[in-house]
């Protein structure tokens, strides 16, 4: 089992600059989350996807950012333009939301983004 | 909503018994978690708590009482490698099963 799948594993880009990230899922989990994880805030939910459709982006911090899931084995996290105060850690997770394990978080090795 | 608290730091000795306490308040509650977190690297599962109760696994064992909303992770025989940030999760079913996480409790082991 391959686990979470996450690219980049680390981005460095100028202010203003459009990042994307990218997670491919476990295979045959329903959920998948984007979390971020600052020193300050903690890890944050930004937003998750159940069978591939939005559920909550109630997390998500402005317009700037986006997320996108066309299928059950990729999604991606766009912001733009970025700014430095969106640097941090950025996980994705996978749930399979049935069995016994049905809302256990299995995360990906994150991508850790600087914006300068 | 959820609020979960959980000291910052903690430090103990190699082979020593350690406890990491974390306390809640939800408005729904469908299940606690804690997860471990080296630094630089992703949070990996450790145990899941639904009902009232100690789950022991190895040498991590958890405790979970939904009366008092308070649970503890406990670590025996510490090894230099348990140094790391331990995450209290709580799965609240209000939010189709997503889980609010605390802080983290930043274990150092000494030799």
């Known amino acids: 089992d391959a686990g979470v799948i996450q690219s980049p594993r680390h981005e460095v880009t100028e202010m203003g600059q459009e990042v994307t990230l990218r997670c491919k899922p476990i295979?045959?989990?329903?959920?998948l989350f984007w979390y971020r994880q600052t020193m300050m805030r903690g890890l944050e939910l930004l937003i998750y996807?159940?069978?591939?459709?939005?559920?909550?982006d109630s997390g998500m911090p402005e317009d700037r950012f986006s997320a996108k899931m066309p299928n059950a084995s990729f999604s991606t996290l766009k912001i733009q333009p970025s700014e430095p105060r969106d640097s941090a850690v950025y996980f994705c997770?996978?749930?399979?939301?049935?069995?016994?394990?049905?809302?256990?978080?299995?995360f990906g090795p994150g991508t850790r983004l600087t914006v300068l | 909503g959820q609020n979960i608290d959980q000291p910052t730091e903690m430090t103990a000795t190699e082979g020593a018994i350690v406890q990491i306490n974390c306390t809640y308040q939800?408005?729904?509650?469908?299940?606690l978690f804690w997860y471990q977190q080296h630094a630089g690297e992703a949070p990996t599962f450790l145990s899941y708590?639904?009902?009232?109760g100690l789950e022991e696994k190895g040498r991590f064992s958890s405790f979970l009482s939904r009366s008092k909303g308070y649970s503890y992770l406990l670590l025996k025989e510490l090894q230099m490698k348990d140094s790391a940030s331990y995450l209290c999760?709580?799965?609240?079913?209000?939010?189709?099963?997503?889980?609010?996480f605390g802080k983290g409790t930043m274990l150092l082991v000494s030799p």
């Open positions: 997770a996978s749930s399979p939301g049935t069995g016994t394990d049905t809302d256990t978080q299995y």
């Open positions: 996807f159940n069978n591939n459709v939005p559920i909550d």
């Open positions: 708590n639904v009902l009232d």
């Open positions: 939800t408005s729904g509650f469908n299940g």
């Open positions: 999760a709580v799965s609240d079913y209000s939010g189709y099963s997503t889980l609010t």
């Open positions: 295979s045959g989990h329903d959920y």
